[in-house]
């Protein structure tokens, strides 16, 4: 992918030194002390392009996977990103943590508490073709590379919980056929729509919000310190999936807009409730059995899945409300 | 186990079938290369692991679709 466009000051730095060879003792850039470290555009679409060095990486560039300048920004940020998570979501771990002893329960206690708006009932119901096509397009960032960040855990762990990791991932990477590659049933979905089904293709059109969502995976996948958060996170994901997805399908075939686009979310209905399963008892379970220190950080990705989704689905209701108003105001002049 | 008792899991091979209850919802079944219902129509298994539906609801058993989470749960025995 080529590289994206700058949203402030904070993107354009890193644009300049990844347009730049590695090395000759750069010194990286400070980010804004006053930047929202869980929305604002300029300050996740830098984490993005750094995180970006360890997945596929930008063609029109040199290779800057471990130029110390660069994973010493990635670092700041990251710290500036995690303190707020942790912020945000320290309630919903505390009490938890107080409901049961039982890590299922606890996890359960938080997809409850987490409360937001139905993106996936609205989408079912009352979204317009264009909403459910922007949904698709923004949706496009993460499913391209779908499961590709929870797989930097796998040599992080070991025993029961690696075993169930590797299944589930062994089912999103298609089960041995490469047509069956969630990340390509989604890009034969975004095709059929007639959207450019390139990986990243639509990175310069989402919100800050929704590159939060993305960079909360990569935070907790490439830090082995964070490995519990990843797999919680995994959870969450997996527990949330199967009814929405449900919804979502209902909404594409109520739109109009091709089987092969409702197949991908009906295939999930399927997957994701053997997924949700696998993450909590096995998965999860397995970890926090052989690590219990890492309980909380499990409950921790939980919390910080459901808080990121909660504030980006506002985001884009939001958004969607406003353009409708701006609409109906068009229609009234004219 | 619930309405999942209709369901028998089979392996070509002859090797156990491994079952995994998972509380109010629905039993996970690993090693298995069909699924054999009430009436003997055998459906493929084509993921590692699968969800076999247990409550009876779902729309697309044998496999689970998550519809148990739609049913409320009776209260818990005095």
């Given at each position: ?5 700058a949203?402030?000051p ?6 300049e030194l990844?347009?730049a060879?590695?090395g ?6 400070h980010p804004d002390?006053?930047a929202d470290?869980?929305?604002?555009e ?5 984490l993005?392009m750094?995180?970006?060095l360890?997945?596929?990486g930008f063609?029109?560039?040199?290779d800057?996977?471990?130029?110390p300048?660069l994973?010493?920004?990635?670092v ?12 945000g ?20 206690a ?14 079912q119901r009352e979204?317009?073709r264009a ?6 397009m923004?949706?496009s960032?993460?499913?391209?590379k ?9 040599p992080?762990?070991d025993?029961?919980?690696k075993?169930a990791?590797?299944e589930l ?14 990340s390509q ?7 059929a729509c007639g959207?450019d ?7 310069d ?10 960079n ?7 830090n ?11 959870a969450a994901?997996?527990?949330?999936s199967?009814?929405p997805?449900r919804r979502?399908?209902?909404g594409?075939e ?7 686009v409702?197949?991908y979310?009906h295939?999930?209905v ?12 096995d ?7 052989d690590?219990?220190?890492?309980r909380?950080?499990?409950?921790f ?9 909660v ?7 939001g958004?969607w409300?406003?353009?409708?108003l701006?609409?109906?105001v068009?229609?009234q002049v004219? | ?7 028998r899991?089979?392996?070509r ?7 995994e ?6 039993v ?12 003997g129509v055998?459906h ?6 699968v ?19 739609s ?5 818990p025995?005095?």
């Amino acid at each position: 992918m080529k590289l994206p466009e700058a949203r402030g000051p904070l993107s354009a730095q890193v644009i300049e030194l990844l347009e730049a060879e590695p090395g000759g003792g750069r010194s990286a850039p400070h980010p804004d002390a006053g930047a929202d470290a869980l929305a604002d555009e300029d300050f996740h679409l830098a984490l993005w392009m750094l995180y970006e060095l360890h997945y596929r990486g930008f063609e029109d560039v040199p290779d800057h996977e471990w130029d110390p300048a660069l994973v010493a920004l990635r670092v700041e940020l990251e710290g500036r990103f995690e303190a707020e998570l942790r912020v945000g979501t320290a309630d919903f771990v505390r009490d938890a943590l107080g409901s049961s002893d039982d890590l299922v329960e606890q996890i359960r206690a938080v997809i409850d508490a987490v409360e937001g708006p139905s993106l996936a009932r609205y989408l079912q119901r009352e979204a317009t073709r264009a909403e459910v096509l922007d949904f698709l397009m923004q949706r496009s960032l993460y499913h391209l590379k779908e499961s590709d960040p929870h797989a930097f855990v796998v040599p992080r762990i070991d025993g029961r919980a690696k075993v169930a990791l590797a299944e589930l991932q062994y089912d999103e990477y298609g089960g041995g056929r490469p047509d069956r590659l969630h990340s390509q049933l989604y890009a034969d979905a975004l095709e059929a729509c007639g959207f450019d089904h390139r990986y990243g293709a639509y990175v310069d059109q989402v919100p800050g919000h929704t590159l939060a969502v993305n960079n909360v995976m990569s935070l907790f996948g490439l830090n082995r310190r964070l490995r519990g958060a990843a797999l919680g996170h995994l959870a969450a994901f997996e527990s949330t999936s199967s009814v929405p997805c449900r919804r979502i399908a209902g909404g594409v075939e109520r739109v109009g807009l091709p089987d092969v686009v409702a197949a991908y979310f009906h295939e999930h209905v399927e997957a994701d409730s053997v997924h949700e399963q696998v993450a909590l008892r096995d998965i999860c379970g397995g970890l926090v059995a052989d690590n219990p220190a890492l309980r909380d950080d499990v409950l921790f990705g939980v919390a910080a899945c459901l808080y990121l989704d909660v504030l980006a689905a506002r985001a884009l209701l939001g958004t969607w409300e406003r353009d409708r108003l701006r609409d109906d105001v068009d229609e009234q002049v004219a | 186990m619930r309405g999942g008792e209709q369901w028998r899991a089979i392996s070509r091979t002859g090797e156990d079938v491994a079952l995994e209850p998972c509380g109010d919802g629905p039993v996970l079944a690993r090693h298995a290369d069909a699924v054999i219902d009430p009436d003997g129509v055998a459906h493929p298994v084509t993921r590692p692991v699968v969800a076999l539906c247990a409550c009876g609801k779902s729309q697309r058993r044998p496999w689970c679709d998550s519809t148990h989470k739609s049913i409320p749960q009776a209260a818990p025995a005095r």
